[in-house]
């Protein structure tokens, strides 16, 4: 089972984005100290739900200042960039970390980056499949040319040139049909439960053929008490996600899909692993026996700023030597809901 750490960069209440940034390095640091397998970095435009609007930038900063764990982006958004100026940074992060780097990438959404970096909303509703073929194609290793609606160049060579292959978040069914016909593997959200996931794998797998190496995200949250687990979280994830999730705004004037969030994060304590370090490592091995995943990938930001190295320290002392052990034989645990946190 491989462990590794999801960082989304975000800025709380009273945080400048400054600060916010220095203290992911800090935190990516504290990752491979703890243990972890790897680290992946969340790009965001304008806004404070997520400062790092540069996940390849940041990746190329934490490859530098660590020696073992693997880093990767979660995700770098497709729609928002040339696919072939992003194969050139994975090749030089491949080449100069020694192979420790992975590309992610997604299509995104409708958001203002669209207009602001010039790619345009077209990119966003029809273009993301010529975008990843274009990526695919310049991460091969081989020459490389495009001549279709959104891109037309002539055949250049890649320098450096690195044979590489990008996993892809999916958040729909088209986007999952996109990266199965090309041998891809998933990244999965935190919005989706372990029922969920295991679908969408069975999904891919019949598309693809059985292509391996998925990525899963979940929040990642450990306390004295699962008690105090979840009454942290529930505290202190609304402050950041009400005004973080606001700064989505759509490109072209179309409604924000709107999110309850004392649900979504209600649902999020009581699926994911959060609690004491017990129900931490029961939660993982229960999410790797439900969708058979072996790479979960634990936000570990959702209690603040002020909690986050002690919660990597701790998941990494008390959570993860139990978690990577081969399960013990017997039926898979259900999910359980946590106990109401304590008023006050």
Same mark, same amino acid.
């Given at each position: 089972?491989?462990?590794?750490?999801?960082?989304?960069?975000?800025?709380?209440?009273?945080?400048?984005?400054?600060?916010?940034?220095?203290?992911v390095?800090?935190?990516?640091?504290?990752?491979?100290?703890?243990?972890?397998?790897?680290?992946?970095?969340?790009?965001?435009?304008?806004?404070?739900?997520?400062?790092?609007?540069?996940?390849?930038?940041?990746?190329a900063?934490?490859?530098?200042?660590t020696?073992?764990?693997?880093?990767?982006?979660?995700?770098?958004?497709?729609?928002?960039?040339?696919?072939?100026?992003?194969?050139?940074?994975?090749?030089?992060?491949?080449?100069?970390?020694?192979?420790?780097?992975?590309?992610?990438?997604?299509r995104?959404?409708p958001?203002?980056?669209?207009?602001?970096?010039?790619?345009?909303?077209?990119?966003?509703?029809?273009?993301?499949?010529?975008?990843?073929?274009?990526?695919?194609?310049?991460m091969?290793?081989?020459?490389?040319?495009?001549d279709?609606?959104?891109?037309?160049?002539?055949? %250049?060579?890649?320098?450096? !040139? /690195?044979?590489m292959?990008? &996993?892809v978040?999916? *958040?729909? $069914? =088209?986007?999952?049909? @996109?990266?199965?016909?090309?041998?891809?593997?998933?990244?999965?959200?935190?919005?989706?439960?372990?029922?969920?996931?295991?679908?969408l794998?069975?999904?891919?797998?019949?598309?693809?053929?059985? %292509?391996?190496?998925?990525? !899963? /995200?979940a929040?990642?949250? &450990?306390?004295?008490? *699962?008690? $105090? =687990?979840?009454?942290? @979280?529930?505290?202190?994830m609304?402050?950041?996600?009400?005004?973080?999730?606001?700064g989505?705004?759509?490109?072209?004037?179309?409604?924000?899909p709107?999110?309850?969030?004392p649900?979504?994060?209600?649902?999020?304590?009581?699926?994911?692993?959060?609690?004491?370090?017990?129900?931490?490592?029961? $939660?993982?091995?229960r999410?790797?026996?439900?969708?058979?995943?072996?790479?979960?990938?634990?936000?570990v930001?959702?209690?603040?700023?002020?909690?986050?190295?002690?919660?990597?320290?701790?998941?990494?002392?008390?959570?993860?030597?139990?978690?990577?052990r081969?399960?013990?034989?017997?039926p898979?645990?259900?999910?359980?809901?946590?106990?109401?946190?304590?008023?006050?």
């Amino acid at each position: 089972m491989r462990i590794g750490i999801f960082l989304i960069a975000a800025q709380f209440p009273g945080q400048a984005a400054g600060q916010a940034l220095a203290q992911v390095v800090e935190w990516i640091e504290a990752a491979e100290e703890a243990g972890f397998d790897d680290v992946w970095i969340a790009e965001h435009h304008f806004m404070s739900y997520g400062v790092c609007p540069s996940a390849t930038t940041l990746a190329a900063l934490a490859l530098g200042r660590t020696r073992r764990i693997g880093v990767g982006t979660a995700v770098s958004v497709l729609s928002a960039w040339h696919p072939v100026a992003l194969a050139e940074q994975a090749a030089m992060l491949h080449h100069l970390s020694g192979g420790r780097f992975t590309l992610g990438v997604g299509r995104g959404g409708p958001w203002l980056e669209l207009e602001v970096l010039g790619t345009g909303v077209e990119r966003y509703e029809r273009g993301f499949a010529e975008s990843l073929d274009v990526l695919c194609a310049a991460m091969s290793g081989e020459r490389v040319a495009a001549d279709g609606e959104f891109f037309r160049f002539r055949e %250049v060579e890649m320098v450096p !040139a /690195a044979r590489m292959r990008p &996993v892809v978040a999916c *958040t729909s $069914r =088209a986007t999952l049909a @996109l990266a199965a016909e090309r041998g891809l593997p998933m990244l999965l959200g935190m919005h989706v439960g372990d029922e969920e996931k295991a679908a969408l794998l069975r999904e891919h797998a019949a598309l693809s053929g059985g %292509v391996g190496g998925h990525v !899963a /995200a979940a929040v990642g949250f &450990v306390g004295d008490s *699962t008690e $105090r =687990a979840v009454r942290e @979280l529930r505290e202190a994830m609304p402050r950041w996600l009400e005004p973080g999730l606001a700064g989505y705004v759509p490109v072209d004037g179309r409604a924000r899909p709107p999110r309850d969030i004392p649900k979504y994060v209600d649902f999020l304590s009581r699926t994911h692993p959060v609690g004491d370090p017990d129900l931490c490592v029961e $939660r993982i091995r229960r999410t790797a026996e439900v969708t058979g995943l072996r790479h979960l990938v634990l936000m570990v930001e959702g209690g603040g700023p002020d909690r986050t190295l002690d919660n990597i320290r701790r998941l990494g002392r008390e959570v993860l030597p139990r978690a990577r052990r081969p399960t013990p034989p017997g039926p898979v645990p259900p999910a359980s809901s946590p106990p109401a946190p304590a008023s006050g």
